[in-house]
């Protein structure tokens, strides 16, 4: 007996570093579910250059599958709180590469475009899947850690994917595609080491079945608007900057790439520390401090006379890429009940992606009346008053969310 129970000890932490691994890995495909793509928007304009309205169509193969993300999350939300998540997260990676690489051979922008939209459904499934998994496996301080990490794991992938896919570009506007296709190497360790959490399949029945309460609603109301607002401005970067660059007279699609990929890598940084950011500054401290270097940063874009500027200013905004999502999924496992993981994540999903769809929609008539740099400003003062308002939150008497086993 003894015998038996210590080569149990040895096999699960191998087994939950396996997990934790395969979970962090398919957290990087998420940065690929459009951005990956950001530096071919002018070649595929160049190659539809004879559609009507091929400046806001070709934007919108980066951003269309948010629209499917956003109404397909809150549906899978609900299916994997009834049916677990494990299968969910396995069909989500098939169609995420089958979908993704179809832009290798689509040959008209409608081709394109409905591929990206079963993208859409695809990245749904396994964002959903992936927020609630992290719920059910992680609690307090420990999730904070793993919440960070991940958000570096995903900077990772946006160096590695953005900057390569800036490359690609130069080579032929379809090559980012090809990267899609990792998804399928991901296949055999979800198989392997994702397994249903206790709660979803033996110990659901017992589960409360209270709602959220007012309070709770109202909070989870303007946690998801803030990450609506979060996106509509922040995807003006991959949305807007390969054209601003090119107004500038700087028309290299790796430049974008780079400059894209070197907010990613000061997010790496800022997330790997976001537990002691969340554990120093509470919730509301984070997002004031990330809306305030996402702010600056599109201050900073909008007075840059040329790329050293750019630069500059993509450094400042990777303090806010790297801590605002975490803190964006943590608050919302802390106001979620155990059995609305599911759809509550589906939710959050849902939220930031129709940020992201509508970002291009709403920013290119702006540009179109302002110009890049005005508009750039205008978002950044937007980003600033949210922060202001996430430091009063902060500084009021009432607390408004609390953690497990930490500080709000």
């Known amino acids: 007996m003894p015998a038996r129970k210590n080569a149990s000890l040895a ?13 962090l890995s ?34 919108l193969v980066l951003t269309l599958p948010a629209l499917f993300i956003a109404v397909f999350s809150p ?16 069909a989500g990676l098939v169609f995420f590469a089958l979908a993704g690489c179809s832009g290798l051979v689509a040959d008209s922008l409608t081709g394109l475009l409905i591929g990206r939209a079963i993208l859409g459904i695809a990245v749904g499934g396994i964002m959903t899947t992936g927020t609630a998994l992290v719920g059910d496996y992680f609690a307090g301080p420990a999730r904070d850690r793993y919440m960070g990490l991940q958000q570096a794991f995903v900077g990772i992938g946006g160096t590695i994917f953005l900057t390569g896919g800036g490359f690609l570009a130069e080579l032929h506007w379809r090559a980012p595609f090809l990267i899609y296709a990792l998804a399928f190497l ?36 303007i946690l ?21 660059l090119k107004s500038m007279g700087l028309e290299a699609p790796s430049l974008a790439g780079m400059a894209i990929g070197l907010g990613q890598l000061v997010g790496i940084v800022a997330s790997l520390v976001f537990a002691r950011f969340r554990q120093a500054f509470g919730v ?8 305030g270097s996402m702010g600056s940063a599109f201050v900073l874009l909008s007075f840059a006379e040329g790329y050293n500027g750019i630069l500059f200013a993509m450094a400042v905004s990777g303090i806010g890429m790297g801590t605002i999502m975490p803190n964006f999924a943590g608050a919302a496992m802390m106001i979620a009940p155990p059995h609305l993981r599911g759809r509550i994540s589906g939710l959050l999903v849902a939220s930031i992606f129709s940020g992201q769809f509508l970002s291009p929609i709403l920013s290119q008539p702006a540009i ?17 008053v949210a922060a202001f308002a996430s430091l009063a939150a902060r500084l009021t008497p009432r607390i408004p969310l609390r953690a497990e086993g930490g500080r709000s």
């Open 284 to 291: 509301m401290g984070v997002f004031a401090l990330a809306f």
């Open 75 to 90: 549906i899978a939300g609900l299916v994997i709180d009834r049916h677990g998540r494990k299968p969910m997260l396995v």
């Open 186 to 221: 991901l296949l055999p360790a979800a198989l392997l080491f994702i397994r249903e959490p206790v709660r979803t399949v033996a110990g659901q029945a017992a589960m409360p079945r209270d709602g959220l309460g007012p309070r709770r609603v109202m909070l989870l109301a």
């Open 224 to 244: 998801l608007a803030g990450a609506i607002f979060n996106m509509l401005c922040f995807y003006m970067i991959p949305t807007q900057l390969p054209f601003y």
């Open 26 to 59: 398919v957290s990087t495909l998420t940065i690929m579910s459009g951005a990956t793509i950001s530096a071919s928007l002018p070649g595929i304009a160049a190659r539809f250059s004879d559609m009507p309205n091929v400046e806001l169509l070709s934007r």
């Open 368 to 384: 179109g009346l302002n110009g890049f740099a005005a508009t750039y400003a205008l978002a950044g003062v937007a980003m600033l």
């Open 11 to 23: 096999v699960r932490p191998a087994s939950e570093f396996g997990r934790n691994a395969t979970l």
